[in-house]
């Protein structure tokens, strides 16, 4: 049964650092792009970065561009959400998700994903 699972959110003052960790089981990720994702109360669920199969393609949305960095360990099964320089207006559920595909690609729509995560809490406050 495929299955991915996040971890690695909590409570952190703004300024602080999170890593996420998107863990797969039930299938390897050699061909599957990965999103990261994340809903805040209140709003819709957006886009925040993603990767290719074999990370040679890295998306980021504005907001978090230059403090959160993507990356992947396929031989783990393992993908990170490294975040720094948190910020209240990062608060929010953050899932990942995954598709399966031979060419090397990603993008951060929702509707692309087959496979998601049941998402880990990040709150930023002082």
């Known amino acids: 049964q495929l299955q991915l699972v996040e971890s690695g959110g909590g409570l952190v003052q703004p300024g602080g650092s999170l890593r996420l960790s998107c863990a797969a089981s039930?299938?390897?990720?050699?061909?599957?792009?990965i999103g990261w994702f994340r809903q805040a109360p209140g709003k819709e669920r957006e886009g925040v970065s993603c990767i290719s199969s074999r990370g040679g393609i890295i998306k980021y949305t504005d907001s978090v561009k230059g403090r959160f960095t993507i990356s992947r360990d396929n031989a783990k099964n393992m993908v990170y959400l490294q975040m720094n320089s948190l910020k209240p207006e990062d608060t929010a559920i953050y899932y990942c998700?995954?598709?399966?595909?031979?060419?090397?690609?990603?993008?951060?729509?929702?509707?692309?994903?087959?496979?998601w995560g049941q998402g880990t809490q990040v709150t930023v406050s002082s």
């Open positions: 039930g299938f390897t990720l050699d061909y599957y792009p």
């Open positions: 998700a995954a598709v399966r595909s031979v060419q090397p690609w990603c993008v951060m729509s929702e509707p692309r994903y087959d496979y």
